[in-house]
């Protein structure tokens, strides 16, 4: 088999394969490395990081529903200066790229972890402006095209880094965001993040979450997403990151034919931690079945009927 | 290099029901059974593709030799719904064993006392167990609390120390919780308390504990996601600043299930 | 058992209970009717209808997708006077509320629906002014504020009947287009429709659907309804009917806890035509072994944790 | 009154695989037993709660007295895979009889062809034994085409008259498909077609029926959600505007499977 088959570039920066964790959901890869080969893995994208320790909402943070989850876990996080100390080097015994995933309440906030991260050995950044479980910032950023390039225009200019902007789907048009990150500077997509919802305990009329609303994600939202990569690589011509809901091969590589280069896998993890090497395995087995010189080659390559 | 932990398929030696809604699950899972620690728990998945998320179950017993887990649980949901209909030679999957477990250590030369509530009773068998086989404490007893006099799994505990039971329509043992019985007969200075069981009870043992100045465990429950620590789904709030998370926030599945009763914040 | 327990009002029409059909699930009931009795139906919300008959997309026009699905019929209708002729006749021969859903590219052509339903026994109208499968008009009416204020206001100038107001979820904030609904005079409101999505056959690199994109429903947007609904009850006062995933009568209690004063189901007939009558019988028994005297006690009661 | 229709729960006999990836089941459904006819098709539901949507299913054998109903279908994704793992006094629930069925009244005095194609040969089978048990017709021709030389259930076709196999690849019968089959023996003006195979080659007898003047039906396959005609997602298009639609849309699940060949656009 072609060694490279599954090789991609993004903004320049070179992936063994189109396979990354989802931010949030892999930590920084300590707990599942007992699980999964890391060095097997296009990219580990961390969880959320900000300037200062955050500690996140209060619980329960998490409820299933069908075919997928909320969560709510608020961006807990032990703030940059342990990241750096210690997820970092953690990261840099494997060989994979590392993304890091920022966020913060103000655009001052994320400039500080841009700003720490300027001289870090990480391969990009992925700007969460969509965690709509931060009731100060994030979601105003993500919401509004006005505040999506400026703030992205901001971080380019202090990232030394190439720039992932994070897009929530929660919004009328998901290519006016885009458009504007792209306008902003913006190197690559990350997209979607969780769609918001609730849900009720009807025995204890309670919300389930302590926070009330939370982020769907999972299978459930896999047709939305879709959707959305499909609008975003009609509207930019940055590549797109595409996640949401996906369990398996096919499901990356709808994403794929829809206008991504690469996929990140999240809630699917929490099912079965081998799901990423698995999507290797069955797209390396679609790309030769396919008789694909490489797998960029179906990225957006999906036909009318 | 030592192979990667991973989702274990498991085989259904028998199921039955002990009491009404509980179920005893032998499950035969080789892996898992060889590196589970009293306390520690497994995550099991439902058949359903619609329930994506694995339920928490305390390993109840441990059979190293037989290669298999024992899993007592009350029905309370769609998921344990699903696995109450489990039979001999079904298949489910899970990954385990998840969490820290009972400090045994702790107990050396001491006199263990194990209080469970309810379904968390289950994992204070194991416990009694193996702190019995090794020898290392001086003394077990269990104060065990039911909803009635149906004290499933009773019987078992009498085999390591007394056991004395509580129920809240005092149909059999003290009337009343595990508390009732503690505040009747103190455990002294030399004791260990090994705790599991609603939060209710684990908070009123928790300030018992601290009047009484005794070293005291608890195991915790909260919502999990990942099960492993990864998620930050189910932490607990800590009285110190913990080192993971920098924040006073351990991670339930992996910084517990079972915590120094002083070091939460219930 | 008080018989009156499950009675509701919605602008001032009553129903027997809140448990309702969703628009186009279910036509106009005549091949429902063959697996249950629509006198146990809070009321029967037909099929869109236009002022001329509607071709709707081309095949396929329904996918599966995980606890969903996703469909662009494209408002396939007979047109008003067949619906006059036939649908509205047969409903009456059954002791339900009749509540007509209609549709149109242009203010006009539902101007013309609403105006034929004048005289015509039917109790409610259910302007859809979200349908995502309908280029031309739909999808911009329910997306814009001053375009939803503008048409209500027209519809509720012409109408006879109580109007309610069908709202799209794919809105970055839902209140606010329920607000216009309100300002311009709606009875009432319907949420959520559909959730646009995608799905793509990656063995063929096809669009699965003819219509490319079509409205996710079913339970996986369970947890999307039920923020929205919760949401839109603490922006406006007019009464709330909640749909989106409902299967169980957990669901449909979730919604009222939202904040709906009733509740349909769509997608979960599909699984189960015998699923709205199971709502029924659970609402009954979650009512008395919670002590309700009516069901409308719980409309918006959930509390926080 | 009428009892109403109802999701039924049917308990599978037997099953067994009849050719590569080729299911033959059989259940026992009595209620939907009594109510079918050849040509309709049942609704199955999978026991995955994340699939909601159920499975169109010929019925290619009744069985009034046992109640029972056989089903033919191929492996073509996760559903069918889970129906294939069914044994024998497991349950799985469906709704039927649906659609309308072949017209066999049609076929009154005259020769009948039944053309099959693939997973459209089983459909035939019951209207094979029907219009044969009933006298109604003058003779009964088979015209199965396959993808190669296992000619699953032809032999079962051989009780009710001569059968003409087509393969593919040539390794049994004539090469080629079932029209290579027809353009040697071309029915004469006293035949009626009945037709289920995919869409390609109905296109193809259709314009074949068209040129040679013969009265032909066709059974349509198209994606369903409700599967009893409220949703409007399965239609076909027709020459005419239909009654039901005032548009040129039939509805597949119940103004079919079963059309006339002039009334349907392909
Ligand atoms: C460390 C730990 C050990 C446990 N040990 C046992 C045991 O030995 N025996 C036993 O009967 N129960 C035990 N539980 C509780 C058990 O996990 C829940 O009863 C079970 O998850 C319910 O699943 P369900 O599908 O029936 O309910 P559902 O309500 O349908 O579950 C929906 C979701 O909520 C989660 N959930 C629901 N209740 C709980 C709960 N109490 N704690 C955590 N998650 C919950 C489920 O895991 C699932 O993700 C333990 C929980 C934890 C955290
Ligand atoms: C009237 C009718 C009669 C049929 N009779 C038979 C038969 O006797 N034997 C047989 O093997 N097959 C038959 N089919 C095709 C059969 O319905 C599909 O193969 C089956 O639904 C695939 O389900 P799946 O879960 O395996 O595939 P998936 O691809 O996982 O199904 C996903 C969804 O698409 C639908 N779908 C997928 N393929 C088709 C298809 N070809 N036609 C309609 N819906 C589809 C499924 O029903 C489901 O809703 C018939 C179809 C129709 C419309
Ligand atoms: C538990 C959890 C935590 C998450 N935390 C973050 C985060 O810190 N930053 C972020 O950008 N996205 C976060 N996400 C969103 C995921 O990265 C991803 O965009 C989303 O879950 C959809 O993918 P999935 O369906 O594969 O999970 C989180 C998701 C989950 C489930
Ligand atoms: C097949 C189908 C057809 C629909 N047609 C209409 C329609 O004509 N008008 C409308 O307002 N909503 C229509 N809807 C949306 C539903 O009424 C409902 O808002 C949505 O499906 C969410 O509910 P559910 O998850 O219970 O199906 C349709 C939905 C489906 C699945
Ligand atoms: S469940 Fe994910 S950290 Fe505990
Ligand atoms: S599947 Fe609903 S009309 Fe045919």
Redesign the interface.
């Known amino acids: 088999m072609n060694k490279d088959i599954l090789s991609i570039n993004i903004a320049g920066v070179e992936f063994r394969n189109p396979v990354m964790t989802a931010s949030g959901t892999f930590g920084s890869g300590m707990e599942y490395s007992e699980y999964i080969d890391l060095n097997a893995l296009g990219a580990v994208v961390t969880k959320g990081v900000a300037d200062v320790p955050w500690e996140g909402n209060a619980v329960p943070r998490v409820a299933e529903t069908p075919s997928g989850m909320l969560n709510a876990i608020g961006l807990q996080n032990p703030g940059i200066d342990t990241f750096i100390e210690r997820d970092i080097p953690f990261l840099k015994q494997f060989d994979t790229k590392i993304i890091v995933n920022v966020c913060g309440h103000t655009e001052e906030e994320y400039l500080r972890v841009v700003e720490r991260l300027k001289d870090q050995p990480v391969d990009m950044l992925e700007i969460n402006i969509s965690c709509p479980n931060v009731r100060e910032g994030g979601i105003s950023f993500g919401q509004d095209p006005h505040g999506v390039e400026s703030i992205t225009r901001k971080i380019k200019e202090t990232a030394s880094q190439p720039v992932i902007m994070k897009l929530s789907p929660n919004v009328t048009d998901i290519t006016e965001i885009a458009r504007a990150a792209e306008a902003g500077g913006a190197d690559a997509l990350s997209l979607i993040n969780t769609i918001t919802g609730m849900k009720i305990d009807v025995r204890t009329r309670r919300f389930l979450l302590a926070n009330r609303t939370g982020g769907l994600s999972g299978p459930a939202i896999h047709p939305v997403a879709v959707r959305m990569v499909w609008q975003c690589a009609q509207a930019v011509r940055i590549p797109i990151i595409g996640m949401g809901g996906v369990q398996s091969a096919e499901d990356a590589l709808e994403l794929m034919l829809a206008g991504a280069s690469a996929v990140a896998v999240g809630t699917a993890l929490f099912a079965d931690p081998a799901v990423p090497l698995k999507i290797v395995k069955g797209m390396e087995a679609y790309a030769e079945e396919q008789g694909l010189v490489n797998i960029s080659e179906i990225t957006g390559a999906v036909k009318e009927r | 290099m030592k192979d990667?932990?991973?989702?274990l398929t498991a085989a259904v030696v028998e199921q039955k029901e002990i009491a009404s809604g509980i179920f005893d699950l032998c499950l035969h899972v080789p892996e898992a059974a060889a590196e589970a620690h009293p306390g520690q728990f497994a995550d099991l998945?439902c058949?359903?593709?619609?329930?994506?998320?694995?339920r928490p179950i305390s390993i109840a017993g441990i059979d190293r030799e037989k290669g298999t887990l024992r899993l007592v649980y009350r029905i309370s949901g769609a998921g344990t719904a699903a696995f109450s209909g489990l039979h001999s030679g079904e298949a489910i999957d899970l990954?385990g064993p998840l969490g820290n477990g009972y400090p045994l250590d702790e107990a050396r030369g001491r006199k263990v006392w194990l209080i469970g509530g309810g379904i968390g009773i289950p994992p204070l068998l194991e416990t009694a167990k193996e702190l019995s086989q090794s020898g290392v404490c001086s003394k077990i007893t269990s104060v065990l609390g039911y909803r009635d006099k149906n004290l499933f799994l009773a019987d078992e505990f009498e085999a390591f120390g007394e056991v004395l039971p509580a129920t809240e329509d005092g149909s059999a043992g003290t009337k009343g919780t595990v508390l009732d019985v503690l505040k009747r007969c103190i455990p002294d200075q030399d004791s260990i308390l090994f705790a599991c069981g609603p939060t209710p009870m684990l908070r009123a043992l928790q300030t018992f504990a601290a009047e009484q100045d005794l070293s005291c465990w608890l195991s915790l429950e909260?919502?999990?996601?990942?099960?492993?620590?990864?998620?930050?789904?189910?932490?607990?709030r800590t009285s110190e600043t913990d080192d993971?998370?920098?924040?006073?926030?351990a991670r339930v599945c992996?910084d517990g299930p079972v915590f120094r009763a002083e070091d939460v914040v219930l």
């Not at chain 2, 990667?4 to 989702?7: A, G, L, M, P, S």
């Not at chain 2, 058949?47 to 694995?54: A, F, V």
């Open positions: 990667k932990k991973r989702r998945f058949r359903d593709g619609s329930r994506l998320l694995p990954i909260e919502r999990m996601a990942c099960g492993i620590g990864a998620c930050l789904a189910c932490v607990c993971h998370s920098k924040v006073k926030n992996k």
